[in-house]
DNA sequence: TTGTCGCGTGACAACGGTGTCAGGCTTCAT
DNA sequence: ATGAAGCCTGACACCGTTGTCACGCGACAA
């Protein structure tokens, strides 16, 4: 035992204090704080007391460092925006599964800046996080094609990657953009709207697709198209303009919740909400509550985000297949706002 | 320079190989990446090409180690549940602050569990983060005065700590709901309901109080008091207790967000949304869209967030001041359902 | 008795960086 | 010519932890 470690009066206890205090070696605290086997009772008590009266918290980093494997226990999770209530779910659940493996998670947003996004991965990587969960921005992603060099699990939420093969989980934009459509159809609407936020997106790319496909197969001649319409804002302006002229649409789809929230209020100021009728991509709060209610196909947030959890784990615990593509199901709700009837 | 340093096949490149390969020491390459000062034209173009060859990123962890300021550019962030929109709001602007300090940040919800608080702050301080800033839900708060002995801020959002004297940054919960109520007052209402989650929940006391100090101030006998309403079905059921009764007061206050979504559901189904006014605390999402849209007094918690963060990263710039309280102001956000007249 | 084995333990190197320091080389004033 | 000062550079220790290995000891079989 060496007596030559004097504890600093300042500053964080480390395991050669805890090991000093009680009398034995650094490796034999680490065996302690590890629940390694082979260490005797009494020593365990010793070192237990000594990690409580200096009130010692092992630095995951340094071990991290040193042990093998090089795990962090920590999870990289970029994000559109971590306010935004779908990605909020899709946080919470990633959350979830990682708290059980005694894993943090960085949460970011990157806005709607593709160099943000890879600003947001460096930091990411800089800090050694053990995987990725990404939903992503920028059209080209075989920037990370290094991190999966390194052994670093990546997993698409939301929207696929473009130029890597990776797994992905994803709602079927297309499929449930022909429920929304079909459902406007059997109802009667012959002249729907699609609004969207920018095509750039593929989801919402394969949203359109799904408006122009359930046309065509209906033999319905499609009716206007906004896009761009990135803030609540925008949609509001849009829309209004759109139901003010004398040709408005007797429907709209609007294909993500900040449009459907912008198409509401325009729909509300201008007394219009029971006359043209909506469908809205993604559910929002208080969509029930609403007159009429808010018409919906409602993503699973929470879903998808706990099958990317499920992913990254898996990859982290070895397993090798081929990149797997999850598609989690949306579902029609009805609430009222899909089930206006055509005025024209 | 040593020519015993052979690049491993596998595995993340390190300062040691990016030295090999541009003919330097380690040293010269540190001071590259760290843009230090004297580095000759010449050699710092042969290591930043070295870096691009061999895609090395630093390993963060491995240099907080080292580093004297023992930085690890890394926020703790707890909040009530990453996907409620109030906490989500915090997160967001803590996250925009934190990342033009280079520092990235850990999200994690706790949920109503005292216990997983307790575990996530040891989980961050495990990883050494540099901050917290937390929304809590214990009622003691002195473990955390560890940490600070350790040179960690700690700042307060929301809630204040209990048996510690830290930052915090606040909603005049007292003075918010004595808006709230005075309005209420103020159209003619006698019969005036609180609705609040757990009374063991600081902001929830102070709600109470406030509700029972404009009523005093106005003469006003206090009306059913309704608490530990902790989810929107809890809420939905006691409302719907409430109104349905021959001696219904003719208003609701109803102090919490989940509260006043329950709130709302049971008066629509009641067809009584019309004739109960009811003025919420805190904003919800599309309340401006309701009939009638709903009255509330809003919290701002973006400048809670940032507030929050300049706290933490002035006391990591060495600011040792007292601790302060700063109190966020509310406001009184008139839409409709608060102004109702009694209708008894 | 002797050898083998397993247990409990600690010395030491190593993880990937940064701080310290000293040495060689210029430049420039004395 | 001599010295002082400043620039550029790399050797080396060190940050806090874990992996490796070797050692002493008691139990037990031969």
């Avoid at 969960?133 to 699990?153: A, F, K, N």
């Avoid at 473009?162 to 459902?183: C, F, K, M, P």
């Avoid at 002249?191 to 359109?208: K, N, P, Y």
Wanted: proline share 5%.
């Amino acid at each position: 035992m060496s007596e030559t470690h004097t504890r600093p009066v300042r500053g964080r206890a480390t395991i050669r204090d805890v090991a000093a205090l009680a009398g034995v070696g650094i490796k034999t605290v680490s065996r302690v704080i590890n629940h390694e086997a082979n260490v005797s009772v009494a020593t365990r008590e010793k070192v237990e007391q000594a990690v409580v009266a200096l009130n010692f918290t092992p630095n995951q980093g340094a071990g991290a460092l040193r042990r093998g494997d090089r795990k962090t226990l920590t999870l990289g999770l970029l994000l559109d925006a971590v306010d935004n209530p779908f990605s909020a779910a899709i946080h919470r659940a990633v959350e979830g599964a990682a708290w059980e493996r005694q894993t943090a998670v960085f949460g970011a947003s990157f806005g709607d800046d593709p160099l943000r996004e890879r600003a947001l991965v460096e930091a990411f990587t800089r800090r050694r996080v053990d995987g990725l969960v990404l939903t992503t921005i920028s059209d080209d992603h075989t920037y990370l094609q290094t991190e999966r060099d390194q052994g670093v699990p990546v997993v698409f939420v939301d929207r696929p990657p473009r130029g890597l093969d990776a797994d992905t989980v994803l709602t079927d934009n297309r499929e449930a953009s022909i429920t929304a459509v079909a459902h406007l159809l059997a109802h009667g609407h012959r002249d729907i709207a699609f609004l969207s936020d920018d095509l750039e997106v593929s989801t919402a790319r394969q949203r359109h697709e799904g408006y122009r496909t359930a046309l065509a197969d209906a033999g319905v001649v499609p009716g206007p198209v906004l896009t761009g319409l990135t803030s609540v804002e925008a949609a509001y302006e849009a829309v209004r303009g759109l139901v003010s002229g004398p040709d408005r649409p007797t429907a709209l789809f609007t294909s993500q919740n900040l449009v459907s929230i912008g198409g509401i209020r325009a729909l509300h100021d201008l007394g219009l909400q029971n006359e043209v009728a909506m469908v809205g991509f993604d559910d929002v709060f208080l969509a029930d509550m609403l007159e009429p209610a808010l018409t919906v196909v409602a993503q699973d947030p929470a879903e998808m985000g706990r099958t990317a959890a499920a992913r990254v784990f898996a990859r982290l615990d070895g397993d090798d297949s081929p990149a797997v593509t999850s598609v989690v199901p949306a579902r029609l709700v009805v609430r009222g706002s899909g089930e206006i009837p055509p005025t024209r």
